[in-house]
């Protein structure tokens, strides 16, 4: 069935360092993914976001990674700071007959930055 | 502009009672998506609605209905409460049902 997950569940790092969260999906099909930020008490926020056309996409800090060959997608964040400790979810868009589509979300990574 | 408002912020509710919840989608957004989102996970859809009209389900039980109303907010409601039913319900709104979904900060339902 479909499914988007992620290797880690936590992700520790030290104030300035990189980041790299990882992703997994099952749905070859998928042509559209996105990065969610969600800290505490609020709800997903977007960070970044990737069609199946292309390989990297960059933001302000952040870097998106898609592997189709092995339907792997990877966040890459730049010298991550405290106010980048959220959990962060990788999701899939999926369109069906109708017109609509539905987000299909991973389980989130926690990531903790610490000084 | 104010962003997807949601109410209320937190609900406390017995098994077997009705619940519903309400979402206020960003001026302008025709189309409203809810999901759920148990402690821990990631969140699960529930329904997307456009133009008053359901546009599609997720695998939830019949328990679970939903409405739009003519000035796009929307109601979940969800009957004979279940303990599992605990979660963090967020309703997303967008300008169209393939636009991107901006969320809101959620309505947290404890069921007793």
């Known amino acids: 069935g479909e499914s988007v997950g992620l290797h880690l569940p936590t992700l520790s790092v030290q104030e300035g360092d990189n980041s790299i969260i990882n992703c997994a999906y099952s749905?070859?099909?998928?042509?559209?993914f996105i990065w969610y930020k969600q800290e505490s008490g609020k709800g997903p926020q977007f960070i970044i976001d990737?069609?199946?056309?292309?390989d990297k996409r960059q933001g302000q800090r952040v870097t998106v990674l898609l592997n189709k060959t092995v339907k792997h997608l990877s966040l890459q964040i730049a010298a991550t700071q405290p106010g980048d400790s959220a959990v962060y979810f990788c999701?899939?868009?999926?369109?069906?007959?109708?017109?609509?589509?539905?987000?299909?979300f991973g389980a989130g990574t926690r990531l903790a930055v610490h000084p | 502009d104010a962003g997807v408002t949601q109410s209320p912020t937190h609900l406390i509710k017995t098994r077997g009672q009705h619940v519903t919840l309400r979402c206020s989608p960003i001026s302008g957004h025709k189309s409203v998506s809810w999901y759920q989102q148990v402690l821990g996970q990631g969140p699960q859809f529930i329904f997307q609605y456009y133009e008053k009209e359901e546009r599609g389900r997720g695998n939830f039980p019949d328990r679970f209905s939903a409405r739009q109303f003519p000035n796009y907010s929307s109601e979940l409601n969800v009957n004979a409460l279940l303990l599992g039913d605990s979660a963090l319900y967020l309703c997303?709104?967008?300008?169209?049902?393939?636009?991107?979904?901006?969320f809101g900060p959620g309505t947290r339902l404890t069921v007793l």
């Open positions: 999701a899939e868009k999926t369109h069906f007959s109708g017109g609509y589509n539905k987000l299909i």
């Open positions: 749905n070859s099909a998928s042509d559209y």
């Open positions: 997303a709104s967008s300008l169209g049902v393939g636009n991107e979904q901006f």
């Open positions: 990737i069609r199946s056309n292309m």
